[in-house]
Nanobody, 124 residues
Framework: QLVESGGGLVQPGGSLRLSCTAS????????IGWFRQAPGKEREGVSS????????TYADSVKGRFTISRDDAKSTVYLAMDSLKPEDTGVYYCAVDLNLYWDPGLNQYEYDVWGQGTQVTVSS
């Protein structure tokens, strides 16, 4: 099971940190991805992080503004979001690919288990 937290309402230019916590399985061998879905739009990949070595992938739209990290001892992946824009608004989901040490990047169709999502709203 995956549970997201940390969403909320923030002004443009502000920051949020999302958390994705896993339960029922050991997170270390698996890639965790963050995805988002804006109203009326399809879900898109935001960032992912794979082991070994916490290799990160970012969508072009968030490079330089978002930072993904993981703490496997806490079974948690974080998404630090800075310089937020109104177009970052959406429901943010985390997901896990259950293939050992496989990096699917931002291909959402390769992810097996999804969280319930957390709302991020960027508005003045």
């Amino acid at each position: 099971q995956l549970v997201e937290s940390g969403g909320g309402l923030v002004q443009p230019g502000g920051s949020l940190r999302l958390s994705c916590t896993a339960s029922g399985f050991r997170m270390e061998p698996y890639t965790i991805g963050w995805f988002r879905q804006a109203p009326g739009k399809e879900r898109e990949g935001v960032s992912s992080i794979a082991n070994p070595h916490s290799r990160a992938t970012y969508a072009d739209s968030v490079k330089g503004r978002f930072t993904i990290s993981r703490d496997d001892a806490k079974s948690t992946v974080y998404l630090a979001m800075d310089s937020l824009k109104p177009e970052d608004t959406g429901v943010y989901y985390c997901a896990v690919d259950l293939n050992l040490y496989w990096d699917p990047g931002l291909n959402q169709y390769e992810y097996d288990v999804w969280g319930q999502g957390t709302q991020v709203t960027v508005s003045s």
